[in-house]
Every structure is written in C-alpha cells, then in structure tokens.
C-alpha cells in the first residue's frame, strides 16, 4: 500500500530556481524520509526527519513536516543541473521492523 | 565505501524460470528488503529480513519467496517466472537499533521475462 504521495508528479524548473516537492501520507508516522534516484540507478537517502521535528536542514536541502497536516515538503535551493533525478519520499510508522513506504515520486528537471 | 551490491544490472528470462536475484551488503546491517519498482505505481515491498533465517512478507510476496543463510546476503526468488515479474528489483538495507539511519539502496536489477 501506498502511504506517501508526492506532489506534483513532475516538475520543470531553471538552474538557479528554488524546487519544491510535496509529500503527503496517510497514517501516523515515526519518521518520514526524503530520497533521490538518477535514472535507471538505485535511491540515495538524502534526509530524515522525525516525526517530533518540524524542520531540518542539509546543504541546499531543506525538508518541514507538519504531523498535524501529515505532509512534508522537500526544497532544494539554487538548483542545478545535476539535481534532476525522481525524489521520494517515504514513511516509516515506528514499532520493531524498519519498513519504510515510498510514494510515487515527483520527477525534476533542471534545465540548464 | 559502504555499499549494498546486486549481482546483476540486466537479467532476461524465460517465462517459467526459476531466478536468483542476489543482494550483498558490507555494512553488517540487520535488516535487509526487497522492492520493486514499476512505473506509475513507485516501490513496492516484496519481503524483508530483520535477522539471519528471519523473513517477513511485504505488499506484494505473491510469485516470490526469500532467502537470507548468512547476515550480509540476502537472495530473492522468482519460483516461475512470469512476464508480469518484469520489473526493477531494489534491494537496501538498514542497521537496527540507529533510529536516524535510511537505507542503503544498491543499483538495482532490470529483469526482464519474455
């Protein structure tokens, strides 16, 4: 089953702009995480965030989570070329296993 | 380098095949997982190991099974391959008891039956 949904489903931006990447789930969460696929390659996890946290920072990345909304967004600033790839987000709802649920993910292209 | 390695990029089989997809990881994970990833539909959990000989089935185990003998490989299955399996097959894995860790990702099998 399908616990993130990521919005929107592609996203066409020029070097330089701001991408922003929504996530919405379901159930209650432990933590939500964010991740990258290049095409054809496997995901690369870029951040976590738990679900007692409202924001967290990496790099160009910034990712806020709103429990109450169950939602999160994913920003990357001063975008470049090199950042277009799918980006995922995923859910894990916490006891004894490490399942994590993708969504579908949102395509970015940065154009050059 | 970390790394989560899969045996194959590009695998093609014949419909009623048995397959082995293997995964291997260096990083002494517990915790290892199979997806599938198709368009449209993101990645599926087809199984997942939280310890040596310890299996639980995911979303979508039908037309699967698993097998993990020691804690670094884990191997997926296809009983009988059917044209309906072809996909790209995930394997990550994860450390237990580290609550800030993701999952290490390898780079994938595209399995293709004809």
């Known amino acids: 089953s399908q616990q993130g949904e990521e919005d929107p489903q592609a996203l066409s931006i020029q070097e330089g702009e701001n991408a922003t990447m929504n996530c919405s789930y379901k159930t209650s969460i432990n933590n939500l995480q964010w991740y990258r696929q290049n095409s054809g390659r496997g995901l690369v996890h870029l951040i976590l965030?738990?679900?007692?946290?409202r924001e967290k920072h990496s790099g160009r990345l910034r990712v806020t989570l709103d429990t109450s909304k169950k939602s999160s967004s994913l920003l990357i600033t001063a975008s470049r070329a090199a950042d277009t790839a799918s980006y995922f987000c995923?859910?894990?709802?916490?006891?004894?296993?490490?399942?994590?649920?993708f969504g579908k993910g949102t395509l970015l292209t940065v154009n050059p | 380098d970390v790394k989560v390695t899969q045996s194959s990029r590009y695998l093609v089989k014949r419909t009623g095949e048995k397959v082995f997809l293997e995964c291997v990881q260096d990083m002494d994970h517990e915790n290892m997982f199979w997806y599938r990833q198709d368009p449209g539909l993101g990645l599926r959990l087809i199984y997942f190991?939280?310890?040596?000989?310890?299996?639980e089935k995911g979303d979508i185990p039908e037309g699967y099974s698993v097998s993990r003998e020691k804690k670094e490989r884990f191997s997926l299955i296809l009983e009988s391959a059917s044209t309906n399996q072809t996909s790209m097959y995930l394997c990550a894995s994860t450390p237990s008891g580290r609550a800030d860790y993701g999952y290490t990702f390898g780079s994938g099998t595209r399995l293709t039956v004809v």
């Open positions: 965030i738990r679900s007692n946290e």
């Open positions: 190991s939280y310890d040596v000989k310890m299996k």
């Open positions: 995923a859910t894990n709802s916490g006891g004894s296993n490490y399942k994590l649920t």
